[in-house]
């Protein structure tokens, strides 16, 4: 078949996977995606692969371990049908957070998704805005690492007048510095203790906030307690408002109605993720696609070009 290309999607996001084939002049593959009656997934590839260069569209967001198990699935079916090379396409990279050992007897579990798609016949990662780019490290093939910042950046500078940027925590302080860096504005950090997982308190702010937009920055929004008490926090310290933007909509849990009855007047996020039902009808959410940088990004590699010069 030549140097064919081909885009797939598992159950996770297929309307981003129908936006990225659109931005490349293509339809998404056909794929039986479904689960039997006992809870197993069944996959069935309904077009010929063999020798072509597949793509698998599948940010492994909730459920976690059913879209986890269909991207596995289904580069195992690849492989097995003979396609050339196998991409694991992964806006969101779930597990992401279980990226080191944090206490004795516990697993690397970013390490261990990172495995089980190279034992599965996957030969090359594009994924988005990583929660710790050190996981990169975890695979022995290529890892080709988009940000969603050009897209969000061109958000906050066309809707934003006398902002500055706030790391919620010491860990995103480089990742904010970067947007603060391309906006030419200054940069706040957020002090934050946390005492169990998915429950954070804010403690101060280092740097000046008073009379300025604050615009919290994160990569994703789990529970939302981190940015709804530092919103607070801001406040406190003089900001004149409290925005947010993030790359991945998580969302879980209490989230939506923390953000609901929240300081924060807006959250921006992209697509990586699609929002479930009461994220959707939340007014404070707004959601800016990112398909176009990943479709242009998957090109390149079918085409051997550079991807790293999407970002200069």
Known sequence: MGNVMKIFSGNA???????????????VSRADVRKFSDGEIFIEIRENVRGTDSFIIQPTCTPVNDHLMELVIMADAMRRA???????????YGY??????????????????????????????????????????????PVDHLYAAPVLIDHIRANFDDFIMISPDAGGVERTRAFAKRLNCGLAIIDKRRDRPNHSEAMHVIGDVRGKVAILMDDMVDTAGTLCSGANTLLENGAKEVHACCSHPVLSGPAVDRLSSSAIKSLVVTNTIPLRENARKCGKIKVLSVSALLAEAIRRIHNEDSVSSLFV
């Open 96 to 141: 992401a957070r279980q990226d080191r050992k944090v206490a004795p007897r516990v697993p690397i579990s970013a390490k261990v998704v990172a495995e089980m798609l190279m034992a599965v016949g996957v030969r090359r990662v594009l994924c988005m805005d990583l929660h710790a780019g050190q996981i990169q490290g975890f695979f022995n093939i």
């Open 82 to 92: 003979s396609a050339r090379r196998i991409t694991a396409v992964l806006p969101y």
């Open 13 to 27: 996001n297929f309307a981003m996977a129908e936006e990225i084939a659109e931005h490349l002049g293509m339809e």
